[in-house]
């Protein structure tokens, strides 16, 4: 069974970076796409971007200019940076496997990890 | 730019039948926009129900089902149970401009 757990800070300053981790166990990273989805408290689901095995990435058009999404296949991980961060990036952060094409779901999910800014 | 809409609440007597619709603020959801649905109880991550518009994921009851209804997609639960009061968000393929789009979720209360 494929397992994805998030870690990194709780807490981030206005204007600086987000950095979190999403480590995928239980399967092989290599050959999938892996996403980053977030979630304001009481509000809906927001997808970020998504990263293949490869390296190659995609990114939701809103976000792009201030994301950034790697992998590295030796550790079964992969990550996401959101720069400048404000008020407004304060979510709970899942990362979740797929969609490996445009019609495929997010087959599988992390728990999430909450991220606030404030100073 | 163009939202994805869904009802923000629906209520449902247990046993019964609920539809759930994800709309477009401009146009019509097709096929092409391959819907999905998630089901999102509160603390849990999202659980994904439907891909590719009618497509059960692995261990879904077969009471959850989807469709095209009209202009809209469509979440259909039949024989709702106490535990199926969740939150349900859609997702759309908006293309390879835009990406994955989640509507706004509906709050489906069973009493």
């Known amino acids: 069974q494929v397992q994805l757990q998030e870690s990194g800070p709780g807490l981030v300053k206005p204007s600086e970076t987000l950095s979190l981790t999403c480590t995928v166990s239980g399967g092989s990273i290599s050959g999938y796409y892996w996403s980053w989805i977030r979630q304001p408290a009481g509000k809906g689901l927001e997808w970020i971007g998504r990263?293949?095995?490869?390296?190659?990435?995609y990114y939701n058009p809103s976000l792009k200019s201030r994301v950034t999404m790697s992998v590295d296949t030796s550790q079964s991980q992969f990550s996401l940076k959101v720069t400048s961060v404000t008020a407004a990036d304060t979510a709970m952060y899942y990362c979740a496997r797929g969609p490996f094409s445009t019609w495929d779901p997010f087959d599988y999910w992390g728990q999430g990890t909450l991220v606030s800014v404030s100073s | 730019q163009t939202v994805v809409t869904q009802e923000p609440s629906f209520s449902v007597s247990p046993g019964g039948t609920v539809t759930l619709t994800c709309g477009l603020s401009?146009?019509?959801?097709?096929?092409?926009?391959?819907p999905s649905w998630y089901q999102q109880t509160p603390g849990q991550a999202p659980r994904t129900l439907i891909h590719s518009t009618n497509s059960r994921s692995s261990g879904v009851p077969d009471r959850f089902s989807g469709s095209i209804l009209g202009n809209k997609g469509a979440l259909t639960i039949t024989g709702a149970q106490a535990d199926d009061e969740s939150d349900y968000y859609c997702m759309l393929y908006m293309g390879s401009g835009f990406g994955w789009v989640f509507g706004g979720g509906t709050k489906l209360t069973v009493l």
């Open positions: 401009s146009g019509s959801v097709s096929t092409s926009y391959y």
């Open positions: 990263i293949y095995s490869s390296g190659f990435t």
